[in-house]
């Protein structure tokens, strides 16, 4: 097959798109796409600084790679979660985030977990949830708290993460089994500032995982190949797996899933859940953060729980 643009051999075929493009063509591609998702969903722009969330995985590593070719301001946040056992997963990003932020110059901000508040997040995890399941929903709302914070304190007008199409399709899947309203709100390529949250956006969402890891690919981008040991026989996985099927068959389905939904939301089918969506927030009085609960943030009463 051929590069659409020039006729050499194609790198990369995307049927999803009709699409074949060279190395070099696809290397513009992946950035001329990103900049118009930007544009298209009114992220940021070129003004404002943007934190973005790296793992040292592909798709962060790749998104503050385009970021920072297309002249945008993005430093880079690594929250260090201490998952260490066996195969030294936070050691390996870690450095290879810190790696990549070398060879370029760029300033990447390093939040150690333990350090900063005495326990690895499975540390934290076994003794708050006694021992029982995973450390995800510990990990979870700890990297939502330290994300904002670290935006917040360092004066980012953004958080940018590196989800893509893959994972944005999972999560409208699971969030639709179930008919999640408020969740199915509050997904989409931009989740706008309010009440002491910074604007949270995903400039990669429209591309499938395989395009982002052809991109790190042939950029050349050096990132951690393993998952994080716990992620295995998450229902996210499960997710995917199947929707990999449904697009084996029907190439574009998980765009077309995702592109429907945006514009379903956009013409207000989940419009009723907006009033019930105002709710009250409070501010802790340990971090400053926002709240639902009354008193310390779910957060502080995780880490609180584990100081006494
Ligand atoms: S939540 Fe769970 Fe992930 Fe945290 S413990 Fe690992 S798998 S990193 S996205
Ligand atoms: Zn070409
Ligand atoms: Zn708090």
Redesign the pocket.
């Known amino acids: 097959m051929k590069c659409r643009k020039c006729a050499l051999k194609a790198a990369i075929h995307m049927p999803e798109h009709h699409l074949a493009l060279c190395k070099e063509h696809y290397l513009d591609w992946i950035p001329e796409q990103t900049e118009r998702f930007i544009n298209k969903y009114d992220m940021f722009t070129r003004k404002e600084r943007i934190l973005v969330a790296v793992s040292g995985g592909k798709d962060s590593l790749s998104l503050w790679d385009v970021l920072w070719r297309l002249g945008y301001q993005a430093d880079g946040l690594y929250i260090s979660?201490g998952?260490d056992a066996g195969m030294h997963y936070s050691r390996q990003s870690q450095a290879f985030a810190e790696r990549f932020a070398a060879q370029r110059n760029l300033n990447l901000i390093v939040v150690d977990f333990k350090e900063t508040f005495g326990e690895s997040?499975p540390d934290l995890s076994l003794r708050t949830h006694r021992g029982k399941g995973?450390?995800?929903a510990v990990?979870?709302i700890s990297?939502r708290h330290i994300m904002n914070q670290a935006a917040r304190d360092g004066g980012y007008q953004v958080l940018a993460t590196g989800h893509n199409l893959d994972d944005e399709a999972a999560t409208l899947f699971g969030n639709t089994l179930q008919w999640m309203g408020e969740q199915l709100l509050r997904q989409g390529p931009v989740l706008e500032a309010g009440s002491g949250l910074v604007r949270k956006v995903k400039p990669f969402c429209r591309f499938y995982e395989r395009e982002t890891a052809a991109y790190a690919l042939l950029r050349g981008i050096d990132y951690v190949y393993d998952?994080?040991?716990?992620?295995a026989g998450?229902k996210s996985i499960y997710y995917k797996n199947l929707l990999n099927r449904l697009e084996a068959d029907r190439p574009g389905a998980k765009l077309t899933f995702y592109l429907s939904f945006l514009e379903a939301r956009e013409s207000g089918l989940f419009a009723a859940h907006t009033s019930r969506e105002t709710v009250q927030l409070n501010t802790c009085p340990n971090c400053g953060q926002p709240t639902t609960n009354e008193g310390l943030c779910a957060f502080c009463r995780q880490v609180a729980r584990v100081q006494v």
């Open positions: 979660l998952i997040i995973k450390p995800c990990c979870g990297k998952e994080c040991p716990f992620a998450s």
